[in-house]
């Protein structure tokens, strides 16, 4: 989970720059959290003690509607809707990771990822973007997956072509919010890495929506490296409030043993 509040933090101020290089600053004066960072906890709190994804995910955009919230999102909380508006975006991908670190077996990180989507995102493609990320968090963490094995099962699962190298997508590629269009490059920013910070400079280096895919890439590569580098989660710890960090620390204490290598 920490891994993607720290590449949304790092990705915030490349959102919409198109930045198409891995060499840059990790950290500026104006890195904030956004709402990956706000719906991450809110999933997390949901894993730690139970809820509804509605109510829960109404509450934490009421407690920070500044964050950058999509259109269709904050339409959906301002006016308490209960219905799903079946968006495709990456919305339910971005805040999946903790469903990934939380389940027991891959049969009930799915399920649980469907349900964390179909609340907002009840497209089939926003679906399968929530289910696929929370899938591939699940494998990493467990430690029996490599990256090819990640690779293989999210294609023959989930139907993404992850076959083509971050050089075959950067120079063409442009920001997509959609699922479709973001959650298979993320995908592969992750798979291409040698460490946390490497994915994460991966996903950023696309060009595209900075903030979600270093979400997404760093979700899955905090699982499969064991943790964020203390270098990074430090930095970013300070950037949020105690009501996130809180959330934090008890999704840690109750599930970190799994992943925290």
């Known amino acids: 989970m920490m891994g993607a509040i720290a590449g949304d933090i790092i990705g915030s ?7 198409k290089t891995k060499h840059f600053p990790l950290f500026a004066a104006d890195s904030r959290f956004t709402d990956d960072t706000v719906l ?3 999933v997390a709190e949901k894993m730690t003690s139970g809820g509804d994804y509605v109510e829960l995910f109404h509450d934490y955009y009421h407690g920070y509607p500044a964050a950058g919230f999509g259109d269709d999102f904050a339409n959906w909380a301002e006016r308490f809707r209960r219905k799903p508006y079946k968006s495709w975006g990456n919305g339910s991908a971005m805040r999946v990771s903790p469903v990934g670190l939380a389940l027991g077996n891959i049969e009930a990180v799915r399920e649980e990822a469907r349900a964390s989507a179909r609340v907002t995102h009840s497209h089939p493609e926003g679906i399968r973007g929530a289910e696929a990320v929370a899938s591939a968090v699940f494998l990493a963490w467990s430690g029996d997956s490599d990256q090819e094995d990640i690779r293989q099962y999210l294609e023959q699962e989930f139907g993404y072509y992850l ?4 050089d075959d997508i950067r120079d063409d590629y ?3 919010i959609s699922c479709q269009g973001s959650v298979p490059q993320s995908i592969v920013a992750f798979l291409e890495s040698e460490d946390y910070e490497d994915a994460i400079r991966n996903a950023i280096s696309l060009g595209g929506d900075a903030d979600t895919m270093a979400a997404i890439a760093g979700g899955i590569a905090e699982a499969y490296y064991g943790g964020v580098p203390d270098e990074i989660r430090e ?3 300070a950037l949020l409030d105690e009501r996130l960090r809180q959330v934090i620390v008890e999704f840690e204490a109750q599930f970190g043993k799994h992943y925290l290598r």
């Open 163 to 166: 076959g083509d190298s971050l």
């Open 40 to 42: 991450t906890v809110a």
């Open 13 to 19: 101020i490349h959102e919409g720059t198109g930045t």
């Open 235 to 237: 930095p970013c710890l």
């Open 174 to 176: 442009e920001f997509d």
